[in-house]
């Protein structure tokens, strides 16, 4: 199993798959010649997309915090495609609310934490641990790499802004886990990294105000403007490409450092 610049032949499980940054992952490698496993919520558009991806494509629906769900798709992974070589976690949720909120005297709830924990930390966790049995068997390269891991994290566990308190634990507790996970399982051949990024375009963001748009792309250094998918996508090939990047935490925001 080489790592390289082509992703052909390669099986690939993508978490969040039916919409954002996991949509273009998919997407892209199918495209290149990979075969994908979309997980995403049976409410999602999921079906429909692995549908229009063709044969080399097919979901899962998946609520990545119940262990039976991701067990599930990763039988089916095995079923239809024999291996798994890459994980691309995508899934995720968000939450905007300040801790305490003055005006109307109320905290924010434990649910808005507890939900974003869940989801994004113990979700990541959940499917990386039930996808290294099938990872480990495949044959290792020359390097003895047998898979790759990626999480996604965010700008938000290093500079988390006003009303993220609960996001930004999430996204630091995806970060927190990325060296040791690498190190729980280098001597086994599986690579673990996380992308980190800034504000990007995708539906989350597609709500915004153009005025809080134009305020956040203003005060990104270069470009000014949010990330484009694709561009998370070059790095998330980057990543397989380069078997030294291990452990790594990559930050992918236009050099933006928030003071909020």
Same mark, same amino acid.
């Given at each position: ?23 273009a ?7 290149k ?41 990763? %039988?089916? #992974? ?9 994980? *691309? /976690?995508?899934?995720? @949720?968000?939450?905007?609310? $300040? ?14 934490? %507890?939900? #974003? ?9 959940? *499917? /990386?641990?039930?996808? @290294?049995?099938?990872?480990? $068997? ?38 927190s ?22 504000f ?47 452990g ?13």
């Amino acid at each position: 199993m080489a790592f390289n610049r082509s992703l052909k032949g390669l099986v690939a499980v993508v978490t969040g798959g039916a919409s954002g940054l996991g949509r273009a992952t998919a997407e892209k490698f199918v495209q290149k010649g990979a075969n994908v496993l979309i997980c995403d919520l049976p409410t999602s558009s999921g079906a429909a997309i692995a549908k229009s991806l063709g044969q080399n494509c097919i979901f899962s629906p998946t609520d990545v915090t119940k262990e039976a769900d991701v067990k599930n798709a990763f %039988e089916s #992974v095995k079923s239809n495609f024999k291996k798994l070589d890459v994980v *691309v /976690n995508c899934a995720g @949720v968000s939450v905007a609310f $300040k801790i305490y909120n003055f005006f109307e005297n109320r905290p924010q709830t434990a649910e808005d934490i %507890e939900k #974003v924990i869940k989801v994004n930390t113990a979700g990541t966790f959940n *499917v /990386n641990r039930l996808a @290294v049995e099938l990872i480990s $068997k495949n044959e290792p390269n020359s390097d003895g790499q047998r898979g790759v891991i990626i999480n996604t994290s965010g700008t938000s566990a290093f500079e988390g802004i006003i009303g993220q308190t609960a996001f930004s634990a999430s996204c630091g507790g995806i970060a927190s886990m990325t060296l040791p996970m690498a190190r729980d399982l280098a001597p086994y051949g599986i690579r673990c990294c996380t992308i980190a990024p800034g504000f990007m375009e995708t539906e989350l963001n597609s709500t915004l105000p153009e005025s809080v748009v134009g305020f956040i792309a203003d005060r990104t250094p270069f470009p000014k403007r949010f990330g484009k998918p694709e561009e998370y996508v070059h790095l998330v090939e980057t990543i397989l490409a380069i078997p030294m990047l291990n452990g790594e935490i990559i930050r992918l925001d236009g050099g933006t450092r928030f003071h909020l």
